[in-house]
């Protein structure tokens, strides 16, 4: 599966964007999404994950009740709506996918398939 992540760009503080990230073949529908994100000397870290069916969904501490992960199975695609940006959401975002259920979810090895990113910059 080849993921396209796009969307990122430079937004104010208190801003808000969309990523999207669009998959290339239908068995995405049947997989766990997730996005991450790696800041300029930091490790790639964990930011929202969605099951399958778009019923169950998994935020950082850091992010939740700022951002939104959606899924359109129809459309092989994964969202990443962030409001109120903070200068700290700075980096690359990355959308992932995982043949796995389990409940590590927050794990970067359990991911099985990446988009290329798309990078996230927010001014103060």
């Known amino acids: 599966v080849q993921l396209q992540a796009s969307g990122g760009g430079e937004v104010q503080a208190g801003g808000s964007l969309r990523l999207s990230c669009v998959a290339s073949?239908?068995?995405?529908?049947?997989?766990?999404a997730g996005w991450f994100r790696q800041a300029p000397g930091k490790e790639r870290e964990f930011v929202a994950a969605i099951s399958w069916s778009g019923v169950v969904t998994h935020y950082a501490d850091s992010v939740k009740g700022r951002f939104t992960i959606s899924r359109d199975n129809a459309m092989n695609t994964v969202y990443l709506q962030m409001n109120s940006l903070k200068p700290e959401d700075t980096a690359v975002y990355y959308c992932?996918?995982?043949?796995?259920?389990?409940?590590?979810?927050?794990?970067?090895?359990?991911?099985?398939?990446w988009g290329q990113g798309t990078l996230v910059t927010v001014s103060s």
């Open positions: 073949e239908r068995t995405f529908a049947t997989l766990r």
């Open positions: 992932s996918a995982s043949e796995s259920s389990s409940n590590y979810y927050t794990r970067v090895a359990m991911y099985d398939y």
